[in-house]
């Protein structure tokens, strides 16, 4: 099973007992979110998975719904999965 998919399959929950944090980057206009995972508990559910989540992303800058999720593991920028964000920020 790829890390992407692995991702997809996380669900909200499991993200905050792992401490881990949520962004969302665009693949089209490279537009990076970092989310608020508790505030995406009280819309979707605890039960949600990334990918459910991710695709009901809509990005604001250009309005295509291609969002890649980001799994941040630790406080530097690198450790993301499945990779850090491409603007390297
Ligand atoms: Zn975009």
Known sequence: MSVVKLIEEMTLRSIIEQGHGL???CDNC??????DVLDLIGRFGADATV???RRKLVC???NKRRA???VRTGNRKDECMP???RAGR
Do not use: H, K, N, P
Not at 30 to 35: E, F, N, S, T
């Open 23 to 25: 962004s969302f980057e």
């Open 30 to 35: 490279w537009r990076l979110v970092a989310v």
């Open 51 to 53: 990918g459910d989540v």
């Open 60 to 62: 604001r800058r250009c």
């Open 68 to 70: 890649r999720a980001l």
């Open 83 to 85: 990779t850090r964000s």
